[in-house]
């Protein structure tokens, strides 16, 4: 199949070359939850198929967005990662998530629900600096079969598939409902935990924490966003 281009020397136009095409940015999205082997990605975007995948990765790696690592033991097998040219797409895909929040579902979807890690990998990039800054530890969940981990560096959030293999600094494990509910600030982690819809572990002050750094903030983002453009509008 011929490569499709828009033609134009555009810098919008360039960069929608090469990540443009469709599922290109979920894989990226799959990669900034840290590396993932070939099956992994196609057990994750499995709508794909293998050679759409194979097709895709080729061309990010080709472009310099990605590349191959083998990881260390145990595992020891070959693994996509994204390159640091790769991990500059990490702010857009947070803003077209905060974004796509505020979408209706689609009729024609899968019906299954939004997995968990990629909620907190947009709200990890939406965490305000100052909430985490000087902080560093890291949270890990267990929402429903899904284990991940939110790692906090100093005015930085980010996210990561599997567990804290460093030892975590606070542990939640709660189903998908409470997990939201947490996330939106209509309960509060002691509540749940008193309910017996969550369990916590670790240190207390950073589980006093979690749901303050991980928050839902989208509609604050590009609600406020939007109200303050049509105020603009309306003035000028």
């Not at 542990?171 to 509540?191: H, K, M, N, Q, S």
């Not at 002050?205 to 903030?217: G, H, I, M, N, Y």
Request: aromatic share 6%; with cysteine; hydrophobic share 40%.
């Amino acid at each position: 199949m011929a490569k499709r281009s828009y033609g134009q020397d555009c810098p919008v136009a360039r960069a929608l070359d090469v990540i443009g095409e469709r599922w290109t940015l979920l894989i990226v999205r799959e990669l900034l939850l840290g590396p993932k082997r070939f099956k992994d990605l196609l057990a994750r975007l499995p709508a794909m198929g293998t050679t759409r995948l194979s097709d895709r990765l080729k061309a990010l790696e080709g472009h310099g967005v990605v590349t191959k690592r083998t990881l260390p033991p145990p595992g020891d097998v070959q693994a996509y990662v994204l390159t640091p040219y790769g991990e500059r797409l990490r702010p857009i895909v947070t803003m077209l998530g905060a974004w796509g929040a505020e979408l209706p579902i689609p009729e024609d979807g899968d019906g299954l629900p939004a997995r968990k890690e990629t909620v907190a990998l947009v709200l990890a990039g939406l965490s305000p600096p100052q909430l985490s800054e000087g902080l560093s530890e890291s949270y890990e969940f267990h929402v429903d079969g899904e284990v991940f981990h939110a790692l906090v560096d100093d005015g930085t959030v980010t996210v990561q598939s599997g567990p804290d293999l460093h030892r975590a600094t606070a542990t939640v494990t709660c189903d998908p409902r409470t997990f939201d509910a947490l996330l939106r600030g209509r309960t509060t982690l002691e509540r749940a935990v008193a309910g017996h819809r969550a369990t916590a572990s670790g240190d207390p002050a950073a589980l006093d924490r979690v749901f303050t750094v991980l928050r839902f903030r989208v509609g604050d983002v590009t609600g406020q966003r939007y109200s303050d453009s049509r105020t603009r509008a309306a003035n000028s």
